[in-house]
C-alpha cells in the first residue's frame, strides 16, 4: 500500500511538473507575441520566463528525489528493524527454554553457542548504525596512523571466514610482495574491508567462491579487489549501490539481510583516506567485484638507514 502510495506520488509530482512548464512555456510565448516590437518587455520577460521554467523543473527534481529518499529510509527502518528484532527474539526463545526445561549440558553448550551468535549479530547492526553516522563527521587529518594492508586484508579473511562458518579454499587471496602501507584509521579500513567481504557472502546464495586481489597500480596506488560469483549487480545499479539505504530492489527475493549502510560506509571510508571505491559486475548471474583504492604511503618506501 505504501510502495502505490509513493508511486502514486512520483507520478502526480512528474504530471504537475510538466504540466506547469507547459502552461509557463504558452505563456512565455504569448508573451514574445504580444511584445516582441518593445525591447524593454522581451527583456525583462525572457529572462522571467526562463527562469520560472527552470524552477519548476528543480522543484520537480526535488519533490521526486524526497520520495525516493523516504522510501530507501523505510526500507531502511524495515531492514534494521528486523535485524535487531530476529536476534533479540531468538535470544529470548532460547533463554526461556533454558529457564523452563531441564536440558543436557551439550545442548545447554548449543544454545548458549547460538545466543553468542545472535548477540555478535545484534552487535554488528549497532555498530554498522553508529559507524554510518561516525564515519562521515571524523576530519580527515585525524587519521594518522600507518596500516599494513596486507595483515589488515588477511585479518579480515579470517575473521570472515569465521563467523560465516566458511572453508578456507572459500576465499583465495593473491597479494604481491611491494610494500602496502597506507596511512588511514585501522578501525575503519578493517571495516571497510569486512563489509565488501560480508557482502560477496551475503550474495553467493550457492557457495563463496571468491578471490580477493590486493596489489599496487602504479606507485602511488594501493587496489583491494574482491570478486564473487555470486548474483551480480544490473549495470543500471552499479553506480546506486554506493548510496546510503540503497539496495538493489531484486535482491530482496533472496530474503537477504541488510541495511543498504555496507557500500556507503565502504566508499565514504575510501574517499576519506583520499581514495575511492567501485563496483564491476557483467549482470545478474554473473558475479560482482568490488574495487578499494587508496593512496600508497610512498613514506613506507623509505631510504634505507645508514649507520
Known sequence: MRITRRR????????????????????????????????????????FFLLLIAGLVLNTIFLVRE??????????????THELKTPITSIRLYLETLQRRTLSEEQRQQFYDIMLADSERLLATVEQVLKAGEVGQRARNQIQAEV?????VQECIETTQLRHHLAPESIRFESGDASLLVRGNPDDLRTAVENILGNAVKYSPNGLHAVVRLALEGDAWIVLSVSDEGIGIATAHLK??????????????????????????????????????????????????????????????????TN
Open 8 to 47: 502514486s506520488a512520483k507520478v502526480f509530482f512528474i504530471t504537475l511538473g510538466a504540466c506547469l512548464v507547459g502552461v509557463a512555456l504558452i505563456l512565455g510565448v504569448g508573451w514574445i507575441v504580444l511584445n516582441w516590437r518593445r525591447a524593454w518587455p522581451m527583456v525583462v520577460g525572457i529572462p
Open 67 to 80: 520520495v525516493r529518499r523516504n522510501e530507501r529510509h523505510d526500507s531502511f527502518l524495515n531492514a534494521v
Open 148 to 152: 599494513d594492508m596486507h595483515a589488515l
Open 240 to 305: 546506486r549501490i554506493f548510496k546510503r539505504f540503497y539496495r538493489v530492489p531484486h535482491r530482496n527475493v533472496l530474503k537477504t539481510k541488510g541495511t543498504g549502510l555496507g557500500l556507503f560506509l565502504v566508499r565514504s571510508i575510501a574517499r576519506q583516506h583520499g581514495g575511492d571505491a567501485t563496483a564491476q559486475s557483467a549482470g545478474e548471474g554473473k558475479g560482482t567485484t568490488i574495487r578499494l583504492q587508496l593512496p600508497r604511503l610512498l613514506e613506507a618506501v623509505r631510504r634505507p638507514q
